[in-house]
């Protein structure tokens, strides 16, 4: 099998390592752990661009860019070129022909004078006048018509992309083919309309007329949106024009498409295009500032850029209800923007893609949604970050070395005790009765003889059931503080570390306000802070305790997360009393529930987000009545404090 190398020219890198979607679904959770929706937090992430991948660029990156090119056009020239250069020429051959006449003493130069004296300041009617008009000078007559040329090229080139250059020599027979194929292009237009128009036609189409489209479409649909697009480009240029500059240059077009023999096939055209492309901006204006003069057909280039930059601009910045990425049109930006361009729009397009088809995000009725998956990865990517800041020596497990075979293998052993229940060793069993000279050589082959110094057994960790309770504060202090990220993922690494170390383990995690209420972990990662009054630790201490009563046999572990005193608690018909400063009642009843959790022997341990002497004062008073701790860490290193504690008080032991 043979094979070719050669240079790469175009599409993406093959060689490019493919980008991990993972890391974009953490780029996102950091925003929705902050309060964004799943939209909003994926937005942003396709605005900046992918974490990671190598110059790919974001939407900001690509707005930057259309920004810069749209000042660069507007700056790059200005309208009137074609007049100016049309006045220019005019003046020239007056001048040529009065410089002819001048030395002639006859009443026929002074007659001829006088028309020149008389003529229109109009551009284009003091055209039309002289063109009926006898030159005398030789020069005159041809800077005359090279002025007619000029008119004719840039009126086609206007309407028709590239024409001016293929006009350059113009000749009977170049026209007679313009003429031709106007008059091909709107039957075929006629055809269509009624529904008989087929790709052939097209094709013949092109195989007569391709060299006057350098935009080679591929059917008569990408025809009609090249010609739509430049012909509302030239209604720009009229419009954006002084009245009189427009009155003038639409004046000098009308007559030259009169004399080229095209005033009622580019009349249909106009209207067939306009019917078509009704969404096109025809009538906008377009400011621009340069020095340059552009002629009639760069300035229409410059518009319909101008436009195409417009639209992609608004498409790029998706601030637009149920905004995709698949309305940015990949023409456009490869038009705008380069290839490379349309690569990194295609690989964020991949993400958002990829994102729904590995099952992280779900469209449900329009809306965007994290799925149970997408939370435990969050959950995962929170409990790393934790580990991350946790010094070696402070990791640990809540083992128990000498429990018996239920737990997990240590990979060590010991010699066999009475009693013991762990699982034999046999390999180590073996070597030891080799050892020890148990090896016999018989008639079935050899065979070991044991002894019972010989057996050892695998020693396994067994690990302790708990009821862990996680009280999160989802009062309205939390997000003004801003530890209201902070306390979320500190609830999605806890519930990731019991789900994948501690699957024995029951966790609940309860959030409170106003009222408390226990959270599902598929809920947390878009768990929104409560806009209402009222901290009501008081009813959360009441459901943890019921939680704990359901698992009598298990270890209690209770983590209060919270930034205020409580100033709300649950009455006898259910509902939520608040006052603050707090009442009697209030800190009563919670501190009786502390009670309750002391005599259940669940420690609870305080993790305080605020300094407040009130605060201070009550959580003083719960760890003096319940003996647990108090913790005050900064709302970048709660997780770290939360994880840490807890494997704490899962490395005692049962003995």
């Not at 060299?211 to 012909?231: G, K």
């Not at 598929?522 to 802070?529: F, Q, R, S, V, Y």
């Not at 669940?602 to 913790?631: C, H, Q, S």
Request: net charge negative.
């Amino acid at each position: 099998m043979a094979y070719r190398y050669g240079e790469y020219h175009d599409g993406p890198d093959p060689l490019a390592p493919p980008y991990d979607v993972r890391a974009a679904l953490d780029e996102m959770g950091d925003a929705i752990l902050s309060g964004s929706t799943p939209v909003h937090a994926l937005r942003d992430l396709l605005r900046r661009g992918l974490p990671g991948a190598r110059d790919r660029r974001g939407l900001d990156d690509m707005l930057r860019e259309v920004r810069r090119r749209r000042r660069e056009l507007r700056e790059g020239g200005r309208l009137d070129g074609t007049l100016e250069r049309a006045r220019a020429l005019l003046d020239k051959a007056i001048g040529q022909e009065r410089a002819e006449l001048f030395p002639d003493p006859s009443d026929e130069a002074r007659a001829r004078e006088a028309e020149l004296d008389t003529l229109p300041d109009d551009t284009a009617h003091a055209i039309q006048q002289l063109s009926s008009y006898e030159w005398r000078s030789a020069a005159a007559r041809q800077t005359f018509e090279e002025l007619r040329d000029l008119l004719r090229r840039e009126v086609l080139d206007s309407q028709f992309r590239g024409m001016r250059d293929a006009l350059a020599n113009p000749d009977p027979e170049a026209m007679e083919r313009v003429r031709q194929m106007m008059t091909d292009l709107n039957d075929m237009l006629d055809k269509d309309a009624r529904g008989e128009h087929t790709q052939a036609d097209f094709d013949a189409f092109m195989s007569k007329y391709g060299d006057m489209f350098p935009e080679r479409p591929r059917n008569l649909s990408e025809l009609v949106d090249v010609l739509a697009r430049r012909a509302a480009a030239t209604q720009r240029l009229l419009a954006s024009m002084t009245p009189r500059q427009r009155e003038e240059l639409e004046n000098l077009i009308n007559q030259t498409l009169d004399q080229a023999g095209l005033s009622e096939q580019m009349r249909r055209l106009g209207e067939a295009l306009y019917a078509r492309r009704p969404d096109l901006a025809w009538d906008s204006t377009e400011r621009m500032t340069g020095d340059q003069p552009l002629g009639m057909g760069d300035a229409v280039t410059a518009l319909e850029e101008l436009a195409d930059l417009s639209q992609l601009e608004s498409a790029l910045r998706q601030d637009y209800p149920g905004a995709r990425l698949d309305d940015i049109d990949e023409a456009a930006v490869r038009r705008a923007l380069g290839r490379s361009a349309v690569d990194d729009l295609e690989a964020l397009k991949r993400i958002e893609r990829e994102l729904e088809e590995q099952g992280y995000l779900l469209r449900r009725r329009g809306k965007l949604e994290l799925t149970p998956k997408a939370v435990r990865r969050l959950g995962e990517t929170a409990l790393r970050r934790v580990f991350s800041s946790l010094d070696a020596g402070r990791r640990g497990d809540h083992d128990q070395h000498d429990a018996g075979a239920a737990g997990e293998l240590t990979g060590s052993s010991r010699h066999w005790r009475f009693g013991d229940e762990q699982p034999i060793d046999v390999v180590r069993t073996l070597v030891n009765g080799v050892r020890g000279g148990g090896l016999r050589m018989g008639e079935n082959g050899p065979s070991v003889r044991l002894s019972v110094d010989d057996f050892e057994v695998a020693e396994t960790e067994r690990r302790t059931a708990a009821a862990v309770c996680l009280l999160v504060d989802l009062s309205y202090s939390m997000a003004l503080r801003g530890t209201w990220a902070a306390a979320k993922q500190t609830a999605l690494a806890l519930q990731a570390l019991v789900a994948s170390k501690f699957p024995q383990d029951a966790v609940q995690i309860i959030g409170f306000s106003n009222y408390a209420r226990v959270l599902q972990p598929d809920e947390l990662a878009g768990l929104d802070w409560d806009m209402v009054q009222g901290t009501n630790l008081h009813h959360a201490l009441l459901i943890a305790g019921r939680h704990l009563d359901r698992h009598p046999d298990f270890e209690p572990v209770v983590l209060v997360v919270t930034d205020g005193e409580p100033t709300a608690h649950l009455l006898r018909n259910g509902h939520s009393a608040f006052e603050w400063p707090p009442s009697p009642e209030t800190l009563e009843l919670t501190l009786a529930e502390v009670d309750k959790m002391t005599r259940r022997r669940a420690t609870i341990n305080v993790f305080m987000l605020a300094g407040d002497d009130r605060l201070k004062d009550f959580v003083d008073e719960v760890a003096r009545r319940n003996g647990g701790r108090v913790f005050s860490p900064s709302a970048d290193r709660l997780g770290e404090y939360v994880v840490s504690d807890f494997l704490r008080v899962r490395r005692a032991r049962w003995r």
